[in-house]
């Protein structure tokens, strides 16, 4: 069965770091890229980041770019979301999920996105 589990939220202050996991079962991993999703209250859930299958290749919000990095070990079946420098702004439920669609195109958008976790909580004060 397909699980996808994040870990790592919790509650930080303004300009502290957080490192949030995300160990997938059930699929073949490395078939997939992966991506980081997240969703405050009374908004839309909005892309964070993405990773093809191989790591090679990440992709990213423009407003997140260079305070959060993804990565991922195919040997481990893990997705990793490094985030620096955060901001209120920032608290939200974020979410791991895994894409087939393993193109440029597709990564931006959660429908293409085929499993997803339960998401973790991440809370900035101010």
């Known amino acids: 069965q397909v699980h996808l589990a994040e870990s790592g939220g919790g509650l930080v202050q303004a300009g502290g770091s957080l490192r949030l996991s995300c160990a997938a079962s059930g699929y073949t991993f490395r078939n997939y890229a992966m991506g980081w999703f997240r969703q405050a209250p009374g908004k839309e859930r909005e892309f964070v980041a993405a990773i093809n299958w191989s790591g090679g290749h990440t992709y990213y919000a423009d407003s997140l770019k260079g305070r959060f990095t993804i990565s991922r070990d195919n040997a481990k079946n893990m997705v990793y979301l490094q985030m620096n420098s955060l901001k209120p702004e920032d608290t939200a439920v974020y979410y791991c999920?895994?894409?087939?669609?393993?193109?440029?195109?597709?990564?931006?958008?959660?429908?293409?996105?085929?499993?997803w976790g339960q998401g973790t909580q991440v809370t900035v004060s101010s």
């Open positions: 999920a895994a894409n087939a669609k393993d193109y440029t195109g597709a990564y931006y958008f959660s429908y293409n996105y085929d499993y």
